[in-house]
């Protein structure tokens, strides 16, 4: 029997070149110091394809290559978890509930081999920002449709005045849960609950249970970056509630790859993508 592996296949090319759209310095540049443009509404305007950045954690190397460590924290800004561990830079770990700390303990003592992601299903909430892939965002009148480029994820975050559903026994869970959101000033609040627990918040395997409730901050810094932060409140989870720290997201000049995440058997595998790469 073949056995089964999680594979993704790109083209790597699709749509011929075009400049993203955006102010633009005199050489032609994107430009990143501008002010940030606004939607017909008159709040900022988040439309764009995004991509996280990620800062170098590291020291330089042995050799004396690769970035140094950054300065120290600033006490007042909460740390700054990863797609692996959202915990790290929180001095304990984050304040799990007995329940919690368990849970997360067993998928990482068992190398975290349930991850739902690894197994072709959909990421969890905190994993759909920390990823390493591009989000595109469509801002309308009264909603906002944020596509991730990990496994196709989508979510639909209305900014109607709808309001948010009673989290019961009556209510359907969805991975990405109901996302309601109203502008203040000019930061986007985004309270989301009603979330499908079978998801993980990081690939060690951090949980949260059906009554988690999550904001997000999204404010704009210029023309070309974002920064968001997400509180998380699950009492069944962690004994306090705790915000992650600023994620910034720069603006992408090219368009976006496709990308299907799902499994193949070991040969289609090998035909497609490994033997190519290996040049055979």
Known sequence: LLSLVAGATMLLAQWPAYKT?????????LDLNAPAPKAADGHPDLTGLWQPQRANLNAANAKGKGKAAPPPRDPSVPPAGNFADLGAGFEG????TAWGRQVRDERKGN?????PDANCRPLGFMQLHTHPYEKRI?????SLVIMY????????????GQPLPVVNADLAPWYYGYSSG??????LVVTTLGLDDRAWMDEWGTPFSSDAKFTERWKKSGADRIELTITVNDPATFTKPWTSAPITFARQKEEVLEMIFAPMDEKVFNDRIRNPAAGK
């Open 182 to 187: 109203k502008w203040e000033g000019d930061t």
């Open 93 to 96: 770990g984050l304040p799990y």
């Open 111 to 115: 190398n975290s081999k349930d991850n």
């Open 138 to 142: 469509v801002q309308g009148n009264g």
């Open 21 to 29: 759209q955006g102010p633009r310095t005199p050489t032609g540049e």
């Open 149 to 160: 480029n990990a496994n196709n994820d989508v979510r639909h975050i209305l900014t109607n």
